[in-house]
């Protein structure tokens, strides 16, 4: 078992803790936040075996295994550092790092540090997200030439400062991950050319395939991927958790305890293995995302 500290314990955290108790690798060991009072609601409610208000304090455990940082992202690359100096492995919320040269460096010194670090993408690990992929990679569908992926909620009355300095590039570093890691995944493929326009972009892969990825905090969208092969296609809606696809026009389900879970287990897995690098959620992979939002 994996024991894991949970630090920042604002709305995600839940999400997140919901993923570490239903995983079988993993279980939720210390809880940390700067209010001590909030830290002690959520070792009650989630039965963590330890509280702490201070991170350095959590981090000089020697019980503890990994962080999930799930701190305001303009403090992700100060979290990963100091918890890789602890010599802790890190899964950290996106997007974990606002330029490519912090994201570089912090994988340069997990390296260093013999430390597993990953950004957080649950995108990539849901149940359905792996069915699919395994069916793309199996040529179920054929050769995929084209992804439409797109994630909108309306905030034009709630956008603030925060959206945009703490979410680094505003929407596309925000909700836009979500169709960017998508279409990266399902394309399989490293990024040949990307064309932006505002919160639109048109990415081209090195094997053919072309994806339209789309998002905004101003207006509704539909939040569906689609998937087009020469053998058959996929249609999801809300495509980052979802359970259930059609896939050339019949339903397929799977089951899922938490949209996190597969994150969770995952990480835990490589940790377990002695490895320092997600093969599926690696550096290159969330260098690929910050290449599609230019940053």
């Not at 305890?257 to 287990?265: A, N």
């Amino acid at each position: 078992m994996i024991r894991i500290g949970i630090y920042g314990l604002g709305k995600i955290s839940r999400r997140v803790i919901q993923g570490v108790l239903s995983s079988n690798n993993a279980c939720l060991y210390a809880v940390c936040s700067s209010s001590i009072e909030k830290a002690n609601i959520f070792k009650k409610e989630y039965q963590a075996e330890k509280v702490y208000d201070n991170y350095e304090r959590m981090l000089e455990d020697r019980n503890l295994d990994l962080v999930y940082i799930c701190t305001p992202n303009y403090l992700h690359t100060k979290h990963i550092q100091i918890a890789l100096s602890y010599r802790k492995h890190v899964v950290c919320e996106k997007p974990m790092c606002v330029s490519t040269k912090e994201l570089n460096d912090c994988f340069d010194y997990a390296k260093r540090q013999n430390c597993f670090l990953m950004e957080a993408h649950k995108t990539v690990f849901t149940p359905l997200n792996q069915k699919l992929f395994e069916m793309i990679s199996n040529e179920e569908l054929g050769e995929i030439k084209s992804i439409d992926a797109q994630y909108a909620t309306r905030l034009t009355e709630q956008i603030s400062d925060w959206h945009f300095n703490q979410a680094g590039a505003g929407c596309m570093f925000d909700i836009g991950v979500y169709p960017i890691c998508y279409a990266n995944r399902m394309a399989n493929s490293s990024i040949f050319r990307v064309s932006r326009f505002q919160d639109e972009a048109l990415i081209e892969y090195e094997n053919g395939c072309v994806a339209h990825i789309a998002t905004s905090w101003n207006v509704d969208m539909e939040n569906t991927a689609h998937i087009y092969g020469t053998k058959g296609s996929i249609s999801c809606k809300n495509f980052w958790k979802n359970t259930e696809a059609a896939v050339n026009g019949s339903k397929i389900t799977v089951v899922q305890e938490s949209d996190f879970t597969g994150e969770i287990e995952h990480a835990c897995t490589c940790i377990e293995n002695g490895m320092i690098e997600s093969p599926a959620m690696s550096r290159k992979a969330s260098l690929e995302i910050l290449k599609v939002i230019g940053v």
